[in-house]
């Protein structure tokens, strides 16, 4: 793991912490692809750091785009206090070149109605540092030990 990033937006309040992020599958799925001399998929999306999300989640599409092969499916409680039935992915997630995380469980999510294809939740913020200041419009997700 690497290092932090950080971004500006100018309205960061309406739009949320959005950033840039590629979504690949996980390292042990790249490594068969390539040694079957296959290309590896990927698909660089916006995301929504949520931190009232437990979980990362990518929308259905791009986990049909990427064909991952769901490793099952869990029971989750959305913010509506439903419970429902979702798939698992196992994946990478590059925020920059610098910064690549590898093996994580992602679910599969009804993104659709946003303007987003992921969420990045507690379980990755767990791994760093979040700031947000509003004030400056500025957020930093720092994943210095």
Known sequence: MASAFRRKLPDLRKSGP????????????????????????SQEVLALIDTGA???????????????????????????????????????????????????RALEANLQDHHIDCLIGRDILDLGTFTYDGPKGVFVLDFNP
């Open 18 to 41: 959005l950033c840039k992020v590629t979504i690949k599958p996980s390292i042990a799925t790249i490594d068969i692809l390539k040694s079957e001399k296959k290309k590896v998929p």
């Open 54 to 104: 437990s979980s990362t989640a990518i929308s259905r599409k791009i986990a049909k785009k990427l064909k991952l092969v769901s490793r099952g499916s869990v029971k989750v409680y959305t913010s509506s206090k439903k419970a429902e039935m979702r798939n698992e992915y196992d994946v990478s997630l590059l925020f920059s070149r610098k910064i690549h995380l590898d093996i994580l």
